[in-house]
Antibody
Framework: QLVESGGGLVQPGGSLRLSCAAS????????MHWVRQAPGKGLMWVSR????????TYADSVKGRFTISRDNAKNTLYLQMNSLRAEDTAMYFC??????????WGQGTLVTVSS | QTVVTQEPSFSVSPGGTVTLTCGLS?????????PSWYQQTPGQAPRTLIY???TRSSGVPDRFSGSILGNKAALTITGAQADDESDYYC??????????FGGGTKLTVL
């Protein structure tokens, strides 16, 4: 099970930190991802982190503004989002990775960037 | 910029068979892109159907199958049911730790 938290309303230029608590599987053995979905739009891959946090990748649209991290001792994934823009408004899902796809999904946390 | 293409919409009759495809704006999709497929109904989280081209996720009925057809990845649903009416997304692994989703296909069962 994956449970996201930390979403909310934030002003443009602001920051927010999302969390994703994992249970029921061996979190430290899985790559983890963030995927987002703007209202009424499709899914967009945002970021991925490897099992020990030593390698991260980002979609071009968030590179330099977002930082993915994980704490395997706490079975928790994070997404630090800075310099937020209106176009970052979306439901943010965390997902575990397997065989270069995604397996388990959380229910999502909504981020709204608006003044 | 790589664009992953999907049919915007498709319809199928109950009990019928439908094949949704996933292509690239330039080039062909092969197994090296590890295509995977996800089902999403409004207001819900995505559900994993297929990963690594043709491996069904746990609990997914064998009515759902994945393949490469020509130069595209494909998701085939046989014996379509009313609750298959959903949005379907493919995603391709582009290498170097990057993934791209297709725009999704809205499937109507009627």
């Amino acid at each position: 099970q994956l449970v996201e938290s930390g979403g909310g309303l934030v002003q443009p230029g602001g920051s927010l930190r999302l969390s994703c608590a994992a249970s029921g599987f061996t979190f430290r053995n899985y790559w983890m991802h963030w995927v987002r979905q703007a209202p009424g739009k499709g899914l967009m891959w945002v970021s991925r982190i490897n099992i020990d946090g030593s390698a991260t990748t980002y979609a071009d649209s968030v590179k330099g503004r977002f930082t993915i991290s994980r704490d395997n001792a706490k079975n928790t994934l994070y997404l630090q989002m800075n310099s937020l823009r209106a176009e970052d408004t979306a439901m943010y899902f965390c997902a575990s990775g397997y065989s270069l796809g995604f397996t388990y999904w959380g229910q999502g946390t909504l981020v709204t960037v608006s003044s | 910029q790589t664009v992953v293409t999907q049919e915007p919409s498709f319809s199928v009759s109950p009990g019928g068979t439908v094949t949704l495809t996933c292509g690239l704006s330039s080039g062909s999709v092969s197994t090296t892109y590890y295509p995977s497929w996800y089902q999403q109904t409004p207001g819900q989280a995505p559900r994993t159907l297929i990963y690594s081209t043709n491996t069904r996720s746990s609990g997914v009925p064998d009515r759902f199958s994945g393949s490469i057809l020509g130069n595209k990845a494909a998701l085939t649903i046989t014996g379509a049911q009313a609750d298959d009416e959903s949005d379907y997304y493919c995603v391709l692994y582009l290498g170097s730790g990057n993934w791209v989703f297709g725009g999704g296909t809205k499937l109507t069962v009627l």
